[in-house]
């Protein structure tokens, strides 16, 4: 079955007591037993919940792995896969990675004795020289956020495969749609699944997939124990924006790819991020492991003063946080995304004031263009 | 203003189109007017107005000045112990809602923190629990599912001695019943699934503190771990805290037959409501709190008179979780508490005879007219 049929058809599309061809909204938070001894398979909505089931089965199927688990958030999800280790473990991070991911690591869980190293995820080498004998895991993004950078997920799962570690990866901006982590041998993939999933900028929610039985039930049991799980309504609209994914992929690149070109070529504009443009250094292996750029651009425009001129003038684009909608959305890492990293981290990956993330949305690449022309001058 | 009167004016006047109910905010990001300027909302994680509603609603209640809304009970009870780190220790309720001793016991001792359980109906024991490296008393009161009552003044003030944070779980009182905040607390924690929100439909948890600095690490944690509670769920919480009062007068009326009714059957061996004279709980219980709650406990002759109640009730259902609009039975030992150690639970009296019997808003004729056809094993009604 092709990807853009399954992700209508993943089997968990229709209510199997009704026919209905959405999944009803569950709401209770209890489920009545028939007997002392004979549970049914639901008991209290945070153990169980169809309507979070649902989802959970959709995108386990969609990324491929053997189970999926739903969250009240992406930072939700990512702390619970945190949560898999203990004290005295050692995970080995992308330097750029998204700051909410940073500010956990290096606020939160170094408290509990879990060490993050960040490091260089565009050389294997840089990963390999930093892994320690408790390095427990390496966890990727790719294309980073916000400078698009591109990690080998191929190499990164080797190399976690010969150290016997979990290989993670925030698979966030690609979406299964574009990039299937686990079918690169990655163990454990991650979504914040408001940004493309939910796709509306309606919900907030996370999802996780893993491949091995054994982190499932683990997992399992702290998303049960930790509790940080996913509304019903919420897991709905997860869903409902699912069923739309290849049709909104499909138009957020073909966007992102012109408003790339424009931006290229622009005089006022230094650098372009997009895995999509000739010139970016990880086209190569990005094209040999994801099915497109992806909907996201930066950019940077010679100082502050510029970046912010350009964040003023905008017209169409929201200025906001977060990405992955319909509608356009321009953000300033610096500020935004990104204001949860130590400063010195920032301007050492590259997150400095004249930088502007772009989620290209669903409306007519022109008009994008035409705004983002007189927004820069 | 009374409790109640709070409760149903939840939300009413914050929605600048004069809507009397708090509006669905179903949106994860906020369009700022200008660069460098907010609305005060930028990501729903991070705040969202239906939910901040609910959050202040709640603080409004509890006496304290700022509220937190999570995914669950568990998640909110996580983020609190998300502020203590390696190395700290804490002291416990040791009759607890197995959720909670589950987290502690096998998640957050991962994390070397270290927790001891003692019986904080007895002050005496809470004190000798302390060591140098304690950082805070963790209570329920009253417990699940004994009942058992906690002095929550007298350990205020044993806490504010040592320097230690005070949390309790509020869970089976509600702000209407009992104001732990007030009464020298530093915490209050809800599973807001149970009395708040009151009609078995949404799984939530909220935090209530009263110290500014704590509110600043509590938020700290809330958007970072991102547990939080979303729109829809919070609009549901905020739409059952309204009929608070009136649910609890009626349930609690309800368990106070119950309880007298369930004392003098003859098939009941021991009855666990804090509501009866001779609960060891039932002055320091009228002394600190303005009613009793709506869970009873009993304990029968067998693990065969317990299942036969179990599958015999019609109109009580079998399924866990409580404080509901429904009545609801379950089964510690293989239910909420399955997950603590065999021994320890039967030396607390959490034994395969033992059921908690969560009162809710039906006739009180009916729910004995249930209870009484599956205690005698009569025919099966409804």
Same mark, same amino acid.
């Given at each position: 079955?092709?990807?853009?049929?399954?992700?209508?058809?993943?089997?968990?599309?229709?209510?199997?007591?009704?026919?209905?061809?959405?999944?009803?909204?569950?709401?209770?938070?209890?489920?009545?037993?028939?007997?002392?001894?004979?549970?049914?398979?639901?008991?209290?909505?945070?153990?169980?919940?169809?309507?979070?089931?649902?989802?959970?089965?959709?995108?386990?199927?969609?990324?491929?792995?053997?189970?999926?688990?739903?969250?009240?958030?992406?930072?939700?999800?990512?702390?619970?896969?945190?949560?898999?280790?203990?004290?005295?473990?050692?995970?080995?991070?992308?330097?750029?990675?998204?700051?909410?991911?940073?500010?956990?690591?290096?606020?939160?869980?170094?408290?509990?004795?879990?060490?993050?190293?960040?490091?260089?995820?565009?050389?294997?080498?840089?990963?390999?020289?930093?892994?320690?004998?408790?390095?427990?895991?390496?966890?990727?993004?790719?294309?980073?956020?916000?400078?698009?950078?591109?990690?080998?997920?191929?190499?990164?799962?080797?190399?976690?495969?010969?150290?016997?570690?979990?290989?993670?990866?925030?698979?966030?901006?690609?979406?299964?749609?574009?990039?299937?982590?686990?079918?690169?041998?990655?163990?454990?993939?991650?979504?914040?699944?408001?940004?493309?999933?939910?796709?509306?900028?309606?919900?907030?929610?996370?999802?996780?997939?893993?491949?091995?039985?054994?982190?499932?039930?683990?997992?399992?049991?702290?998303?049960?124990?930790?509790?940080?799980?996913?509304?019903?309504?919420?897991?709905?609209?997860?869903?409902?924006?699912?069923?739309?994914?290849?049709?909104?992929?499909?138009?957020?690149?073909?966007?992102?790819?012109?408003?790339?070109?424009?931006?290229?070529?622009?005089?006022?504009?230094?650098?372009?991020?997009?895995?999509?443009?000739?010139?970016?250094?990880?086209?190569?292996?990005?094209?040999?492991?994801?099915?497109?750029?992806?909907?996201?651009?930066?950019?940077?425009?010679?100082?502050?003063?510029?970046?912010?001129?350009?964040?003023?003038?905008?017209?169409?684009?929201?200025?906001?946080?977060?990405?992955?909608?319909?509608?356009?959305?321009?953000?300033?890492?610096?500020?935004?995304?990104?204001?949860?990293?130590?400063?010195?981290?920032?301007?050492?990956?590259?997150?400095?004031?004249?930088?502007?993330?772009?989620?290209?949305?669903?409306?007519?690449?022109?008009?994008?263009?035409?705004?983002?022309?007189?927004?820069?001058? | 203003?009374?409790?109640?009167?709070?409760?149903?004016?939840?939300?009413?006047?914050?929605?600048?189109?004069?809507?009397?109910?708090?509006?669905?905010?179903?949106?994860?990001?906020?369009?700022?007017?200008?660069?460098?300027?907010?609305?005060?909302?930028?990501?729903?994680?991070?705040?969202?107005?239906?939910?901040?509603?609910?959050?202040?609603?709640?603080?409004?209640?509890?006496?304290?000045?700022?509220?937190?809304?999570?995914?669950?009970?568990?998640?909110?009870?996580?983020?609190?112990?998300?502020?203590?780190?390696?190395?700290?220790?804490?002291?416990?309720?040791?009759?607890?809602?197995?959720?909670?001793?589950?987290?502690?016991?096998?998640?957050?001792?991962?994390?070397?923190?270290?927790?001891?359980?003692?019986?904080?109906?007895?002050?005496?024991?809470?004190?000798?629990?302390?060591?140098? %490296?304690? =950082?805070? @008393?963790?209570?329920?009161?009253?417990?699940? /599912?004994?009942? #058992?009552?906690?002095?929550? $003044? +007298?350990?205020?003030?044993?806490?504010?001695?040592?320097?230690?944070?005070?949390?309790?779980?509020?869970?089976?009182?509600?702000?209407?019943?009992?104001?732990?905040?007030?009464?020298?607390?530093?915490?209050?924690?809800?599973?807001?699934?149970?009395?708040?929100?009151?009609?078995?439909?949404?799984?939530?948890?909220?935090?209530?503190?009263?110290?500014?600095?704590?509110?600043?690490?509590?938020?700290?944690?809330?958007?970072?771990?991102?547990?939080?509670?979303?729109?829809?769920?919070?609009?549901?919480?905020?739409?059952?805290?309204?009929?608070?009062?009136?649910?609890?007068?009626?349930?609690?009326? %309800?368990? =106070?037959? @119950?309880?007298?009714?369930?004392?003098?059957? /003859?098939?009941? #061996?021991?009855?666990?409501? $804090? +509501?009866?004279?001779?609960?060891?709980?039932?002055?320091?219980?009228?002394?600190?709190?303005?009613?009793?709650?709506?869970?009873?406990?009993?304990?029968?002759?067998?693990?065969?008179?317990?299942?036969?109640?179990?599958?015999?009730?019609?109109?009580?259902?079998?399924?866990?979780?409580?404080?509901?609009?429904?009545?609801?039975?379950?089964?510690?030992?293989?239910?909420?508490?399955?997950?603590?150690?065999?021994?320890?639970?039967?030396?607390?009296?959490?034994?395969?005879?033992?059921?908690?019997?969560?009162?809710?808003?039906?006739?009180?004729?009916?729910?004995?007219?249930?209870?009484?056809?599956?205690?005698?094993?009569?025919?099966?009604?409804?």
């Amino acid at each position: 079955m092709k990807f853009g049929t399954k992700i209508l058809h993943t089997g968990n599309e229709v209510d199997a007591v009704t026919g209905g061809v959405s999944i009803p909204i569950h709401h209770a938070s209890t489920f009545k037993q028939a007997k002392a001894d004979e549970f049914g398979p639901y008991n209290y909505a945070r153990s169980g919940n169809p309507t979070r089931d649902a989802l959970e089965a959709a995108i386990a199927e969609l990324e491929g792995g053997v189970q999926g688990f739903a969250f009240a958030s992406g930072m939700a999800a990512i702390s619970s896969v945190f949560l898999l280790f203990s004290r005295g473990d050692h995970i080995v991070v992308c330097e750029d990675v998204y700051g909410g991911t940073y500010r956990v690591l290096t606020s939160l869980f170094n408290r509990f004795g879990i060490e993050a190293t960040f490091t260089d995820f565009t050389d294997m080498e840089m990963i390999r020289s930093v892994l320690r004998d408790n390095t427990k895991a390496i966890y990727a993004e790719t294309p980073s956020n916000p400078l698009l950078k591109i990690t080998d997920l191929q190499a990164v799962a080797g190399i976690a495969r010969d150290r016997g570690i979990l290989s993670i990866v925030d698979n966030t901006f690609m979406t299964p749609y574009l990039q299937r982590p686990i079918e690169l041998g990655m163990d454990i993939v991650l979504h914040s699944a408001t940004k493309y999933l939910g796709g509306h900028s309606d919900v907030i929610a996370g999802l996780a997939v893993v491949t091995d039985a054994g982190i499932a039930e683990q997992l399992k049991f702290i998303q049960n124990s930790f509790g940080a799980v996913l509304g019903p309504q919420d897991s709905w609209l997860v869903m409902r924006g699912i069923k739309t994914l290849k049709a909104r992929m499909e138009l957020h690149q073909n966007g992102a790819r012109k408003l790339a070109s424009f931006l290229a070529a622009h005089p006022k504009v230094e650098a372009v991020y997009f895995p999509g443009l000739p010139e970016h250094p990880g086209r190569e292996i990005h094209e040999s492991q994801a099915g497109g750029p992806g909907g996201i651009v930066s950019f940077r425009v010679g100082s502050e003063k510029e970046a912010k001129k350009v964040m003023e003038n905008v017209k169409l684009p929201a200025l906001a946080v977060s990405l992955g909608a319909v509608e356009s959305i321009i953000s300033y890492p610096v500020t935004m995304s990104h204001a949860g990293m130590h400063p010195d981290h920032r301007k050492k990956v590259g997150v400095t004031p004249d930088l502007i993330r772009y989620s290209v949305g669903l409306e007519d690449p022109d008009d994008l263009i035409a705004d983002l022309e007189q927004a820069i001058g | 203003m009374k409790t109640s009167t709070k409760a149903v004016q939840l939300g009413v006047g914050t929605d600048p189109t004069g809507a009397i109910s708090v509006p669905v905010y179903q949106t994860a990001a906020f369009r700022h007017p200008a660069f460098g300027e907010s609305t005060g909302y930028d990501y729903s994680r991070s705040g969202n107005p239906t939910r901040q509603a609910l959050e202040e609603g709640i603080a409004k209640l509890d006496g304290g000045i700022r509220g937190f809304a999570y995914a669950s009970g568990m998640a909110a009870l996580a983020n609190i112990f998300l502020l203590f780190k390696a190395g700290d220790h804490l002291v416990v309720t040791e009759d607890l809602y197995g959720g909670t001793f589950r987290l502690l016991d096998k998640v957050f001792c991962g994390y070397g923190l270290t927790v001891t359980y003692v019986d904080t109906s007895d002050l005496g024991q809470v004190s000798m629990a302390v060591t140098d %490296n304690t =950082r805070a @008393i963790l209570v329920e009161t009253p417990t699940n /599912p004994l009942l #058992k009552v906690a002095d929550i $003044p +007298g350990i205020s003030r044993l806490a504010k001695d040592s320097g230690l944070l005070f949390i309790v779980d509020n869970t089976f009182m509600t702000p209407y019943l009992q104001r732990p905040l007030l009464l020298g607390a530093d915490i209050v924690i809800y599973s807001a699934t149970k009395y708040l929100a009151g009609h078995n439909d949404l799984v939530a948890g909220l935090v209530v503190v009263k110290d500014q600095e704590l509110a600043e690490k509590v938020y700290f944690l809330q958007n970072s771990v991102g547990a939080v509670l979303g729109p829809q769920d919070s609009w549901l919480a905020i739409r059952g805290i309204k009929t608070l009062g009136i649910r609890l007068d009626r349930q609690e009326e %309800n368990s =106070r037959y @119950i309880a007298g009714w369930l004392s003098a059957h /003859p098939a009941v #061996k021991k009855v666990y409501y $804090p +509501g009866l004279p001779d609960h060891p709980g039932h002055s320091l219980q009228m002394e600190q709190a303005e009613g009793f709650g709506a869970m009873i406990s009993f304990e029968l002759a067998g693990r065969a008179a317990a299942e036969q109640v179990i599958n015999r009730v019609g109109l009580i259902s079998f399924a866990e979780s409580l404080g509901g609009v429904e009545s609801l039975i379950t089964f510690p030992s293989f239910q909420t508490h399955a997950d603590m150690d065999q021994a320890e639970r039967e030396r607390m009296g959490i034994n395969d005879r033992l059921l908690r019997l969560s009162v809710g808003i039906e006739d009180v004729s009916d729910l004995l007219a249930d209870l009484e056809q599956a205690l005698e094993g009569g025919k099966v009604t409804l």
